[in-house]
């Protein structure tokens, strides 16, 4: 439910990072206390965000949300697909529910993040 | 009493109502003395009523965004059932299909009129209906500039302006040309990319027909969004708006099935394009099924809302005008096409007929060049408010003094014809002028 190999924030995103570009969307945590997701706001390419800065929003049949960008980057790619399946969110949220690739800015934003252990102890799960 | 006075630091109760004009307060009935029984009372005030001409008394030529239209029966003999009168928020999906399926057929019957994709449960009035329009514009767009023709009603244009003012949005104006109708020219001068939409009104306030499709061609390839305020009943033959590329449009309900009233309540019309569908503020009824695969409905997409979105929602509003939009869809249903086709048709024959009319007159002029739907502009020879008075003794409600909201227009009066007017009474006005 929260895999190894990759870094996690406060907010609940997850990245994944792969030489200069890193790969985000939100954990298992995120999309359990949602529930079913309905609707994603994504950025277009080329938009650049700093560390924690707000790139879109996920809707869920009860709220809207925030989403975060855990690491400084420019948008590369944006997954398409959840205009169609938004509910991939909530089936795989490390898989096809990824969210944004960015190319990283400055790899140091890393330091700041979580690991699978500090995420697990920050929403209580052993 | 007297306590609760001072903790506010008020005197009186009356310091608390300091906001109204003195000049409109009541002062106490004439001629109803103290302590007289109910008998007197009603009497009394019976005898003072008498000294009113209610519209229905009299032959009106009043418009300006509130006019006089056929209300069928059947609309007024629907909303009084007690199911619909009597409901207050009546949205819980598990007992109120019957006013959530009434409202759902309402913003479809929008949609088939405006050409839109998704219409929502409906807005006050058009006058803030095109505010929260502007405000979704600004929202999307994340540009402060708002561009307004001067022919959008002066008093929608203010609205607009309220709404802007803690927001710091910017408001200017697009001006009109002789033939009285939005300068295309100006809009083209004035389009950069800090603006967020343009707004037109079709009718314009003048009564004039816009061409709506050159702004909002020139309006996309900016990215800048069109808005446009309807007149609903001016859709049962002019092209729609959706079809002439506005990405908003909003109006004013109040002539599907609405009586004046005083000015309320009115019924806020809120349609959008398929891509803006999250944009759409308030209240929407979406159809759905429940578990058993029974088609069912619901209010849906609340998420957006500002009571779960909190600071970002581009509104406030968290009401509706469930029993107007009721009484419209009512209308729409029991006129349908033809008949709303041979409203508006009326309307334009037989408000044509009277501008004919009048521009034969010695002293009097059409004032724009322009085609006109039900409403139009004349130039008279002397001022509007003696001519009204003159008209007022023989029973007639002249038209709009166009001058009080518009200086450049002294003694113009802004004239209003529907398919209620009868041609004695536009024959009996034209003799009077």
Redesign the interface.
């Known amino acids: 439910m929260y895999p190894d190999g990759l870094k996690y924030s406060k907010e609940h995103e997850w990245v994944r990072i792969e030489g200069d570009t890193a790969t985000i969307g939100i954990t298992f945590h995120a999309q359990n206390e949602l529930g079913d997701v309905v ?1 994603v ?1 994504l950025p277009k390419v080329g938009s650049k965000f700093n560390a924690m800065a707000e790139f879109g ?1 996920v ?6 949300s ?1 989403l975060y960008c855990p690491i400084s980057g420019e948008v590369v790619e944006i997954n398409g697909s959840l205009a169609k399946t938004p509910e991939a969110v909530n089936k795989d949220p490390y898989g096809t529910g990824w969210m944004i690739k960015v190319k990283i800015g400055n790899i140091a934003d890393a330091d700041k993040l979580l690991s699978v252990s500090e995420y697990k102890n920050l929403i209580g799960v052993k | 009493m007297g306590e609760m006075l001072s903790s506010i630091g008020k005197r009186s109760v009356d310091e608390l109502f300091a906001d109204i004009p003195d000049n409109v307060k009541l002062k106490g009935l004439k001629g109803i003395p103290d302590g007289c029984s109910e008998v007197e009372l009603k009497n009394g005030l019976a005898s003072l009523s008498r000294k009113n001409a209610p519209a229905g008394s009299c032959v009106s030529f009043l418009g300006a965004g509130s006019c006089e239209h056929f209300m069928p029966s059947v609309v007024n003999h629907i909303i009084s059932r007690s199911e619909f009168y009597t409901a207050y928020t009546p949205y819980q999906p598990e007992m109120s299909q019957g006013i959530l399926q009434a409202i759902f057929e309402y913003q479809s019957m929008i949609c088939d009129l405006t050409g839109m994709d998704a219409a929502n449960a409906s807005m006050y009035d058009g006058a803030t209906a095109l505010a929260e329009a502007v405000s979704a514009s600004i929202c999307h767009t994340g540009k402060k500039k708002v561009l307004i023709s001067k022919a959008v009603h002066p008093n929608y244009r203010q609205v607009v302006r309220t709404y802007g003012e803690g927001f710091g949005w910017e408001i200017l104006e697009l001006d009109y040309d002789n033939t009285g109708v939005t300068d295309i020219k100006v809009f083209e001068k004035m389009l950069d990319d800090k603006v967020a939409c343009v707004v037109l009104a079709n009718p314009n306030f003048f009564g004039n027909i816009e061409n709506i499709k050159v702004f909002t061609s020139a309006a996309r390839s900016k990215g800048i969004m069109s808005i446009v305020s309807v007149d609903p009943i001016s859709l049962g033959i002019l092209k729609r708006p959706g079809d002439l590329g506005a990405d908003i449009v909003t109006g004013e309900g109040q002539s599907l099935g609405l009586p004046r009233n005083f000015g309320g309540p009115c019924l806020g019309i809120f349609a959008v394009k398929k891509e803006y569908l999250r944009l759409m503020p308030g209240r929407i009824v979406g159809e759905t099924i429940d578990k058993e695969g029974r088609r069912g409905y619901v209010l849906t997409l609340q998420a957006r809302e500002q009571h779960i979105r909190r600071e970002k929602a581009s509104s406030n509003i968290c009401s509706n005008e469930a029993l107007c939009a009721l009484a419209a869809a009512v209308y729409l249903a029991v006129m349908g096409k033809q008949g709303l086709r041979e409203v508006a048709n009326q309307c334009l024959q037989k408000a044509n007929y009277l501008k004919e009319k009048i521009s034969r007159i010695k002293g009097y002029s059409i004032a724009f060049k322009a085609p006109s739907f039900k409403e139009f502009v004349v130039k008279a020879p002397s001022a509007i408010g003696k001519i009204n008075r003159m008209l007022a003794k023989k029973s007639i409600i002249g038209g709009l003094d166009l001058g009080q909201y518009y200086p450049e227009f002294k003694n113009h009066m802004l004239l209003c014809v529907t398919e209620l007017t009868k041609k004695e009474g536009m024959d009996k006005l034209a003799s009077l002028l």
């Open positions: 609707y706001e929003v809707e869920s049949v009860k709220t809207v925030t």
